[in-house]
């Protein structure tokens, strides 16, 4: 279609759809992950009880919210439509704060949490990158 | 060996593993805590873990020969092996930096609980009792910090101001490093599952001239566990809680939460009684429907006085003895705890709880005691005919409670199915009145009989002896240490003033009791003879002896006959028993692991007189228990036999 100079071009960013893809399979490894530790930590490390409901609660709002960022991020990338992406870009920011949440504030880190947590907020870093980008090409037609 | 200075960048509590600036060679990633702070820190913060996840086999493999390294280098010569030998269960540490530091204790462990590494169970490092400086003071409110600095933390350190023998981490020790063998501790960490923390390492040395050199150092420990903790933001939880302070306002949950039984009256205690089951349990209080709620048996408390409010445990068997003070003019109706009333006339339940049925207290036996101790049973009517009442103008009351003896009896689920109480009342005319009081517990259809032994008799308890009546067994006497008996020496000293009392044959107990005869004529010989026998041997003297404590009536093989043997010398016409001397030959029975004491032959003994009568004479009985065992033979279990035999066709081609 841009060959031929009518329509629309293909403005999709494939990198940010694959890193879109690869960051789902990997958030819900790390959402079952971080489950199958919080029942370690429960059991070995002594908790009480309103910081383990924080963490856990605070778990699956992340979750929500990461779904719907996805999801709204694949779509606008595909329809080649500024809102959803727009809409994806905030939502990767509280993103983002949960997964430094979990890497520095909640009530026990450990090591292994450090590594997956580091992991999400590069891929958060490579997409905020990629979905300016798109943005930016999205709006200039 | 690295030595990684850590350099902080931010003072925050948050540390996250970053690669560090000493990349060494074969992409090693040194493992060190560097201050994650802002954004760029953070950035950098996830770059190196990025790259650590990538790397990590070869941290681990790195790891591994860092440890060894620092093994070599270290002054002791096998840190796993001497961890192995203390029982250690900790995660093999990595040793990366065996620098010493002098800036201890910087890694937020302020309220960290410390442990020695010996004792550390990996899986529960935490909670743990904080170590504190100085001896506990009692107040609750000067509770001490917890002490976390691990140079300054020793967990064999056993005495104060003194030395400990091969505790390398003792301060008392200054010169006695020299005479140490070992470390008992050589690593004082403060927690196993940390990921990087301070430890301290305690080592000797061997100078020139043979004596020991201490050598501590503070070492940066990494724990290669991929399940450490990294940060830790519940400082709290790696100590136990202080306690709350009782104030007005918590005290009741307080007293919720931590209340555990103690004293209290007794009107209190039976309302929080706990058994509500389906019987009662031993000690539990036996609840009756009375003022008090409880059965209660008067017992002396520090002295001789009474004190009502002791309670009867189910089961327990009590027995006291006490005086009540005693003022005969008022004290004498009014009084309750020498009326009758209080200790009959109420009921028991039969189970605890209120929603049980009663049990009257049945009064078996009223007794009635004169003045002068003359006692004669009354026929029991009831117990409100016996109340206590002033007589002869004042001077003495009558009817007053001496003696009181419960018999309960319970079934096997721990109903309570009847109480009997047997009450011995007399007449007093001066204070204060001394008062015994019994209970005893009998299961329901169960022999009540107790026995001296099981099977082999006990030390202390009396012997077991009756009479053989032909075709029925043994008899024996229902009270069992009146079963055989000798004399008892009594301060009167005179045989013929006091024959009735005696005293009962206690096994493994020699006795020797006696007392004197004054003969003015011996023209009654006869008479005398048979009164001294009568003093000697009493009015019914068995002719079987129970050859164990357990042994039943009508097996008769179980029980010994007693042989009688006279000493008689002829030469006089005037023969009278002047001893009398129970010889009781037993034996150990059995294995020697528990031997029974069976008893083998019991011989009476009788001397008569071998001079003549006159003056005043000694009679004496004495009882001996001698042992007869045989030296142990040595059994042996028979040798098994192999009954192996060949099928017959075993040799079959050839024979």
């Known amino acids: ?71 709204f991020g694949s779509k606008g990338n595909l329809t080649q439509r500024s809102l959803p992406l727009a809409v994806c870009l905030t939502l990767t920011l509280p993103c983002a704060m949960m997964a430094v949440y979990y890497l520095l504030l ?36 | 060996m690295y030595n990684n200075k850590p ?75 001497d961890a192995a030998t203390q029982n250690s269960s900790l995660p093999p540490f990595g040793v990366t930096a065996a620098t010493e530091e002098p800036a201890f204790g910087s890694y937020s462990t302020d309220a960290w609980a410390t442990e020695a590494p010996i004792t550390v169970s990996p899986s529960l490092g935490f909670p743990r009792a904080a170590p504190t400086v100085t001896p506990s003071q009692p107040l609750i409110s000067s509770l001490q910090t917890p002490v976390t600095d691990v140079s300054s933390l020793c967990p064999c350190n056993l005495l104060e101001n003194q030395c400990d023998v091969n505790c390398c981490c003792d301060p008392g020790c200054a010169e ?21 923390q301070t430890a301290a390492i305690y080592s000797l040395n061997m100078t020139v001239n043979g004596t020991m050199q201490r050598i501590s150092t503070l070492t940066n420990l990494i724990n290669p566990d991929f399940f450490c903790i990294q940060t830790n933001n519940n400082a709290a939880g790696l100590s136990f809680g202080t306690p709350e302070i009782p104030t007005n306002g918590n005290f009741d949950t307080l007293v919720k939460t931590f209340s555990r039984p103690s004293f209290s009256s007794a009107g209190t205690a039976s309302s929080t009684s706990p058994s509500q089951a389906s019987g009662y349990k031993y000690g539990d209080l036996i609840q009756t429907n009375s003022i008090k709620g409880i059965l209660t048996l008067p017992a002396p408390a520090g002295n001789s006085w009474c004190s009502n409010g002791n309670p009867v445990g189910f089961l327990q068997n009590q027995q006291a003895q006490c005086n009540v003070k005693f003022n005969l003019a008022t004290d004498c109706t009014n009084l309750s705890s020498v009326n009758i009333a209080s200790y009959s006339n109420f009921q028991i339940f039969q189970t605890p709880g209120a929603a049980s049925s009663l049990v009257n207290i049945t009064l078996r036996s009223v007794t009635l005691q004169s003045l002068d101790g003359m006692r004669s049973q009354s026929s029991v009517t009831n ?45 007093v005319n001066a204070t204060p009145v001394q008062q015994s009081f019994q209970v005893t517990f ?59 009392e005696r005293l009962p044959v206690l096994f493994g107990i020699n006795m020797v009791s006696g007392c004197s005869l004054r003969i003015n004529n011996i023209s009654n010989c006869s008479l005398l003879s048979e009164q001294i026998l009568g003093v000697l041997i009493g009015s019914n003297f068995p002719d079987y002896v129970a050859s164990f404590g357990n042994s039943q009536a009508q097996n008769v093989l179980d029980w010994v006959q007693i042989n009688t043997v006279t000493t008689a010398s002829s030469s006089f ?22 031997p029974q004491a069976q008893i083998v032959s019991l011989t009476r003994k009788f001397t008569t007189n071998s001079t003549a009568l006159q003056g005043t004479l000694q ?36 024979v």
């Open chain 1, 1 to 71: 279609m841009a060959a031929r100079g009518k329509g629309i071009p293909i403005l999709s960013s494939a990198p940010l759809e694959f890193l879109f893809f690869l960051n789902t399979w990997y958030f819900t490894c790390y959402f079952i992950a971080e489950i199958l530790m919080f029942i370690y930590k429960g059991l070995v490390l002594p908790y009480s009880p309103a910081n383990l409901t924080l963490d856990l609660v605070m778990l699956f709002l992340y979750l929500g919210v990461e779904i719907l960022r996805l999801f």
């Open chain 1, 106 to 141: 909640q009530t026990y880190v450990l090591r292994v949490e450090v590594i997956l947590n580091a992991i999400l907020l590069v891929f958060c870093l490579f997409e905020i990158v990629l979905e300016i980008a798109t943005l930016a090409a999205f709006s200039r037609y």
């Open chain 2, 7 to 81: 350099s902080r960048l931010f003072s925050g509590d948050f540390y996250c593993d970053t690669f560090g600036s000493q990349n060494t060679g074969s992409g090693f990633i040194s493992l060190d805590t560097a201050s994650c702070g802002g954004v760029m820190d953070l950035i950098l913060c996830l770059l190196g873990s990025v790259l650590f996840f990538l790397n990590l086999k070869s941290v681990f493999s790195e790891l591994n020969t860092t440890a060894t390294e620092s093994q070599l280098s270290s002054n002791e010569s096998s840190w796993d092996e």
């Open chain 2, 176 to 196: 006695e490093f020299a005479l140490f063998t070992g470390c008992s501790v050589q690593q004082v960490i403060t927690d196993s599952m940390l990921c990087s």
């Open chain 2, 383 to 427: 117990a409100s005919s016996f109340a206590p009442s002033v007589l002869q103008n004042g001077t003495v009351c009558s009817k007053v409670v001496l003696q009181v003896n419960y018999v309960i009896t319970y079934s096997e689920a721990g109903v309570i199915m009847n109480a009997e109480v047997s009450i011995v009342l007399g007449v």
């Open chain 2, 442 to 500: 009998v299961q329901v259809k169960t022999t009540s009989t107790p026995v001296s032994g099981n099977p082999g008799y006990i030390n202390g308890l009396p012997l077991l002896a009756g009479s053989l009546i032909a075709g029925s067994g043994i008899v024996q006497s229902t009270n069992r240490f009146g079963q055989l008996m000798v004399m008892k020496s009594s301060s009167v000293q005179d045989c013929l003033a006091l024959p009735g």
């Open chain 2, 573 to 594: 016409s005037c023969n009278i028993p002047l001893s009398l001397d129970l010889v009781i030959q037993w034996t150990k029975y059995g294995s020697l692991v528990n």
């Open chain 2, 619 to 654: 009679i004496s009985s004495t009882v001996s228990f001698v042992d007869v065992s045989a030296a142990a033979q040595p059994g042996y279990k028979a040798p098994p036999t192999i009954d192996a035999k060949l099928p017959f066709d075993f040799f079959f081609p050839f």
